[in-house]
């Protein structure tokens, strides 16, 4: 874990740390398979598959299985009818996690960069950003379509570590899922993870980030504990000489 003099930027994923965006999503998943006449999902089935961007979700939701894959025709139809449910929401349940302004604007204060890489397309991310109010707090925001290759996949982060003029090793990235943790680790950097991430239903401490908090409130907190165990003034030891003489 870096220690907060080493913190040059934070890079924040977007859905489920910073936005609980499952609701509208989860309205959207519902509008498109009774617009194709099949059979409803549970809610929490569909959380559970956020994550990785709206082309495998769509598959997911299609199929019924998280490794689902249904043909191009039946994918592009429900692809088109989800997106336009979703649009039509104009983000009306999203909401942000508790603790995220307090985050921001502490992080912010201390005048430490922060960005936005995340699997959704990047107008999407800049939308839902704006309409929530918290904008204004990024350097930049890098979607899906702003990147070679989603998470976890580095690189995103290399991406950001380049627009910001650091070493990917400076970044600190808070995330929720294994594809946060994995890609930290491809671009070796520090990863922070919050507990109620979106991760498949599985409980996040399982993929080994360097920490988990349950809110982001928490994270400024950390950092400024850490930043006061690096600073602490060592103590001097008194050395005695075969002389008897002390030296310091």
Not at 155 to 180: C, R, T, Y
């Amino acid at each position: 874990m870096l220690s907060a003099t080493q913190v040059k930027a934070v890079v924040f994923e977007l859905d489920g740390i910073l936005v609980d965006t499952a609701n509208d999503i989860c309205h959207a998943a519902e509008e498109m398979l009774s617009d194709l006449r099949l059979p409803s999902l549970r809610p929490e089935h569909v959380r559970d598959w956020i994550g990785d961007g709206s082309d495998k979700l769509v598959h997911r939701i299609l199929s019924r299985k998280i490794d689902g894959i249904v043909p191009d025709p039946v994918f592009r139809i429900g692809s088109a009818l989800f997106m336009k449910a979703y649009q039509r929401r104009n983000h009306e349940g999203a909401s942000l996690f508790e603790g995220v302004e307090a985050c921001l604007h502490q992080l912010r204060r201390r005048k430490i960069p922060m960005a936005v890489v995340t699997n959704q397309a990047t107008a999407q991310a800049n939308e839902i950003l704006t309409v929530l109010g918290i904008r204004s707090h990024f350097s930049l925001v890098l979607g899906r379509d702003a990147l070679q290759e989603p998470k976890p996949s580095a690189d995103g982060l290399l991406e950001a570590a380049l627009l910001l003029q650091l070493k990917p090793e400076q970044l600190l990235l808070v995330g929720g899922s294994v594809n946060d943790v994995n890609a930290s680790r491809a671009a070796h950097c520090s990863v922070v993870c919050v507990s109620h991430g979106y991760n498949y239903g599985i409980d996040i401490r399982k993929s080994a980030p360097d920490i988990v908090v349950d809110s982001l409130a928490e994270l400024p907190v950390y950092l400024n504990q850490n930043k006061r165990r690096t600073t602490k003034p060592r103590s001097v030891r008194k050395v005695t000489s075969k002389a008897g003489k002390e030296k310091r």
